[in-house]
Nanobody, 128 residues
Framework: QVQLVESRGRSGQIGVGGSLRLFCVAS?????MAWFRRVPGKEREGVAAITFGSGPVVYLPSVQGRFTITRDDATKTVTLQMNSLMPEDSGMYYC??????????????????????WGQGTQVIVAS
């Protein structure tokens, strides 16, 4: 069982165009980690995913170029840098870990069904 601890660079609402960094530390190295978000009334969606191997990072198209996911192997930390934030980026953000290998990575990386361990979530509000 992988335990995940989330934190964020700063608290409070973020203004439009602002930036925020989210952190997730895993208790052991998984195959991959990802960030998902949920907005009331909408399906949970994958935002960005990264493996602890050599697979490419995968992004939700609407965040491509604005968000960057990185990993630190030594600390088992995944960071989501969010820039140029927009109101539609608001939601509850969850870190997730996949213990088992995800085949067809580039098409499956943002599917929550492959992730078995989840963080507690952090609310991101981008105020217009």
């Amino acid at each position: 069982q992988v335990q995940l601890v989330e934190s964020r660079g700063r608290s409070g609402q973020i203004g439009v165009g602002g930036s925020l960094r989210l952190f997730c530390v895993a208790s052991q190295t998984p195959f991959a980690m990802a960030w998902f978000r949920r907005v009331p009334g909408k399906e949970r969606e994958g935002v960005a995913a990264i493996t602890f191997g050599s697979g490419p990072v995968v992004y939700l198209p609407s965040v491509q170029g604005r968000f960057t996911i990185t990993r630190d192997d030594a600390t088992k930390t995944v960071t989501l840098q969010m820039n140029s934030l927009m109101p539609e980026d608001s939601g509850m953000y969850y870190c997730a870990a996949a213990v088992d290998r995800i085949t067809w990575w580039t098409v499956s990386a943002l599917n929550p069904g492959y992730y078995t361990n989840w963080g507690q979530g952090t609310q991101v509000i981008v105020a217009s």
